[in-house]
């Protein structure tokens, strides 16, 4: 089946992100309980769908090994950051109820850059007893927290109290922080080291985080393997040139400013958010956006996924893109279109591999999310 919608991503993403340093801010090694693996042939694989010398900050999955103390798939990451010629940045993954202290400074003596915390299942209306102590580790070794702040967290207002009383750990919230956004990207604007990850599964919510904090806190992070990075960084490169970013500015957020912190650096001087909370929409893309997201939930719905679920919600989408009176919006639709024709095509022709025909309806919704209008000003 022919590639040529997917083509024109790939030649708009060389156009918008930086020929060299970019670095993914946010992906996992090993094996998973749900599961998911990936191993650091077939991450480095998909750093080169972006570029030959694109680089990743890598943890530990919820790996089945984990206890005692993450040690195992601690070690394995380690490891596999040594073997790999400097493209994989290694950090240690944290269980707060499993010594936690102990466990991050055998790490970082063993050459661990970061710390990830991944909260499961607890809110942060509370704060868990060893979560100071870890902010005080990192601020020791200079190091950077990685924190999960996605999905199954009900509210995160106590991790800004935490947080503000260690301003000089850099804190990178994972997943755009779509957990509690307003409240955490409203309570951290004082922090001058908190960054945000652009991990997330729906274009509006990176969008919306360009009007929400600075652009030099925002970092690029796909979530492998549950993103790609070529499918990550076309969404953020595309929200970013959204939200006005000229390509110096695209540069920091492609990788620039997560060097900058791994390095020991300060993060690049904050400006204010460059797009404004209340902007003009066309209503076309935004039902293209709703039908897509909508199908990729139907897809998702049960295991195993069946990309045939979506069909229905890309001929609606596609209904979208036939009206013959759109506006400015023209071009984005005829674009969308192509690529959810082909789609569409190999679903109904069954091809086995579920990404390719996944991956062109992510670029569809990114672009339904991230047109700039005729006209329009951030």
């Not at 009007?211 to 549950?226: K, L, T």
């Not at 890309?314 to 023209?330: S, T």
């Not at 095509?345 to 086995?352: G, N, P």
């Amino acid at each position: 089946m022919s590639s040529s919608a997917y083509d024109s991503v790939i030649a708009e993403l060389k156009q918008l992100a930086p020929q060299g340093g970019v670095l993914d801010a946010h992906c996992h090694l090993g094996r998973d309980q749900d599961g998911s693996w990936l191993n650091p042939g077939a991450l480095l694989a998909a750093l080169d769908e972006v570029s030959g010398s694109a680089r990743a900050v890598v943890v530990p999955l919820q790996d089945p090994d984990r206890r005692p103390a993450y040690r195992l798939p601690n070690d394995r990451v380690l490891e596999w950051g040594r073997e790999s010629g400097g493209r994989l940045t290694a950090y240690c993954r944290l269980d707060p109820d499993d010594d936690p202290v102990a466990e991050a400074g055998r790490c970082l003596a063993r050459g661990a850059r970061g710390i990830k915390l991944h909260p499961r299942g607890r809110d942060w209306e509370s704060v868990h007893p060893a979560v100071p102590a870890i902010f005080a580790v990192a601020r020791e070794a200079g190091v950077p927290i990685l924190l999960h702040a996605g999905r199954d967290l009900r509210s995160m207002g106590a991790l800004v109290e935490v947080a503000l009383q260690f301003p000089e750990v850099a804190l990178v919230l994972a997943h755009a922080g779509i957990a509690d956004q307003a409240v955490l990207t409203t309570g951290l604007a004082r922090h001058p080291r908190v960054l945000y990850d652009t991990s997330c599964f729906a274009p509006y919510d990176v969008v919306e985080l360009f009007a929400q904090v600075p652009a030099e806190r925002i970092v690029f992070g796909s979530d492998a393997p549950y993103g790609r990075p070529v499918e990550g960084l076309f969404l953020a490169m595309r929200a970013a040139a959204y939200a006005g970013l000229d390509a110096d500015d695209r540069a920091l957020v492609a990788g620039g400013t997560m060097r900058a912190v791994l390095d020991g650096n300060e993060p690049p001087a904050a400006t204010p958010p460059r797009l404004a909370r209340v902007r003009p929409v066309a209503g076309s893309l935004v039902r293209v956006a709703t039908y897509m997201m909508m199908g990729f939930s139907a897809v998702l719905s049960a295991p195993p996924p069946l990309p045939s679920r979506a069909l229905s919600w890309i001929e609606l989408a596609r209904g979208v893109c036939r009206d013959p009176d759109p506006g400015g919006a023209g071009p984005a639709l005829a674009r969308i279109d192509n690529l959810l024709d082909t789609a569409e095509q190999l679903i109904t022709a069954q091809d086995t591999d579920l990404r390719r025909a996944l991956r062109l309806v992510h670029a569809a919704v990114t672009i339904a999310a991230t047109e700039r209008l005729p006209g329009r000003r951030s």
